[in-house]
């Protein structure tokens, strides 16, 4: 059985931790984001863990202009994409594809939805955990998450028919 896994935007899109990308569209070619399907800009995935405390929100907008700013720069100057990428930030918006076994998956909601997980990670796999558990219990309802993470800042899963 085969699941494919979506995350509509803006959480579809989120790499962290040294997390493995296969599979994908993105893996064949280097994203460009001064052409024209991006409008010379970087998208990022907004910090839920700074929503009430302007003075870091701030600093983390800030820093992703600068990183921005220096990206396109580079391009400017001739750097290949997958050179000027070394700027941005972690929370730069990159499409992803993942392909796994049901093994691996057990693995990886092990790994990514326990309170050692990166915020924004545990925001993605702890719902999604959560509806494979609903799905495939009988595979999955083994497995804990941070159950103190507020699921109020959990990303949606979208189900399309």
Same mark, same amino acid.
């Given at each position: 059985?085969?699941?494919?896994?979506?995350? =509509?935007?803006?959480?579809?899109?989120?790499i962290a931790n040294g997390f493995m990308v296969h599979n994908s569209? =993105?893996?064949?070619?280097?994203?460009?984001?001064?052409?024209?399907?991006?409008?010379?800009?970087?998208?990022?995935? =907004?910090?839920?863990?700074?929503?009430?405390?302007?003075?870091?929100?701030?600093?983390?907008?800030?820093?992703c202009k600068v990183a921005e700013t220096e990206?396109?720069?580079?391009? &400017?100057?001739?750097?290949?994409?997958? =050179?000027?990428?070394?700027?941005?930030?972690? @929370?730069?918006?990159?499409?992803?594809?993942?392909?796994?076994?049901?093994?691996?998956?057990?693995?990886?909601?092990?790994?990514? @939805?326990?309170?050692?997980?990166?915020?924004?990670?545990?925001?993605?796999?702890?719902?999604?955990?959560?509806?494979?558990?609903?799905?495939?219990?009988?595979?999955?309802?083994?497995?804990?998450?941070?159950?103190?993470? &507020?699921?109020?800042?959990?990303?949606?899963?979208?189900?399309?028919?």
């Amino acid at each position: 059985m085969t699941y494919d896994i979506i995350m =509509e935007d803006p959480y579809y899109n989120f790499i962290a931790n040294g997390f493995m990308v296969h599979n994908s569209q =993105e893996s064949t070619r280097y994203v460009n984001y001064s052409n024209e399907k991006y409008n010379s800009e970087i998208t990022v995935i =907004e910090p839920f863990f700074y929503k009430n405390n302007n003075y870091l929100y701030n600093s983390w907008l800030k820093s992703c202009k600068v990183a921005e700013t220096e990206y396109m720069n580079q391009i &400017n100057n001739h750097a290949k994409p997958q =050179e000027a990428r070394s700027v941005l930030p972690n @929370c730069t918006k990159t499409e992803i594809a993942i392909t796994f076994n049901m093994r691996e998956w057990r693995h990886f909601f092990r790994l990514r @939805c326990s309170s050692a997980a990166h915020p924004q990670m545990r925001q993605v796999t702890i719902p999604l955990l959560l509806h494979f558990k609903k799905e495939i219990p009988i595979l999955f309802d083994d497995i804990s998450y941070d159950e103190s993470f &507020n699921p109020e800042d959990y990303a949606d899963i979208i189900q399309e028919d």
